[in-house]
């Protein structure tokens, strides 16, 4: 079985389809959206004096890792995660992966039994 990573993307509400086209056009098979709010160093912003709680996108997207790096610096380039406060992003190697079959290769399938 291929070895798997996790990218994970932390942006701005609403930023995140571009990143995921970007990902998919580098190899990726998609990607799943969570939403969050933030509390960096950044994120302090406020209305009439009201402290906002600034919403954010996180996109998890599992690649095998012979893609990793093209799909990561896909997803940089199109969140232009090279300036300050437009979000982060970092790959984890992941140990165990289960339930993305159409992502293993089929030669590790066992073989058929001939009748």
């Not at 798997?4 to 190899?27: Q, Y």
């Not at 232009?80 to 993305?100: N, R, T």
Request: proline content about 4%.
């Amino acid at each position: 079985m291929d070895n798997f990573d996790l990218i994970v993307t932390i942006v701005n509400k609403n930023t995140s389809e571009p990143l995921i086209k970007a990902s998919k056009k580098a190899g990726a098979e998609g990607g799943t959206i969570i939403y969050g709010r933030g509390t960096g160093i950044r994120e302090t912003k406020t209305l009439l004096g009201i402290p906002i709680q600034p919403e954010k996108e996180i996109i998890l997207t599992i690649v095998s890792q012979d893609i990793s790096e093209k799909v990561h610096q896909a997803i940089m380039d199109a969140g232009h995660l090279d300036k300050p406060g437009a979000g982060i992003s970092f790959v984890v190697e992941l140990k165990k992966v289960s339930g993305i079959c159409h992502l293993c290769t089929l030669d590790q399938a066992p073989d058929k039994q001939e009748d």
